[in-house]
Nanobody, 120 residues
Framework: VQLQASGGGLVQAGGSLRLACARS???????MAWFRQAPGKEREFVAAITWRGNKNYAESVKGRFTISRVNSDGTTYLQMNALKPEDTAVYYCAAQKTQYYDADRRPDYWGQGTLVTVSS
């Protein structure tokens, strides 16, 4: 499985960005997720979505970010609204071979990151 993230960039606080993760290869992965890593911090979970559309969000992004996926072409999106400077990070897409998102399981596949910078 190969994952390719795109859509990062520089945006002012309060603005929006949409990230995309293109997946190719085996379709045995059920859960698609986004993580992020801010400078000097550990990588953290942002959002996840199952094949059937069940979603999980980190508390810090609830109500502002929306994860979605198009099963027919293997693309997963992260719509980010009302961005804050603290959302600045490298965002990574990831995949898990599970029925539901398992917070205790390291993702099976990772994509490269895309940088999101939110200016104040």
């Amino acid at each position: 499985v190969q994952l390719q993230a795109s859509g990062g960039g520089l945006v002012q606080a309060g603005g929006s960005l949409r990230l995309a993760c293109a997946r190719s290869g085996s379709y045995s992965t059920n859960v698609m997720a986004w993580f992020r890593q801010a400078p000097g911090k550990e990588r953290e979970f942002v959002a996840a979505i199952t094949w059937r559309g069940n979603k999980n969000y980190a508390e810090s992004v609830k109500g502002r970010f929306t994860i979605s996926r198009v099963n027919s072409d293997g693309t997963t999106y992260l719509q980010m609204n009302a961005l804050k400077p603290e959302d600045t990070a490298v965002y990574y897409c990831a995949a898990q071979k599970t029925q539901y998102y398992d917070a205790d399981r390291r993702p099976d596949y990772w994509g490269q990151g895309t940088l999101v910078t939110v200016s104040s």
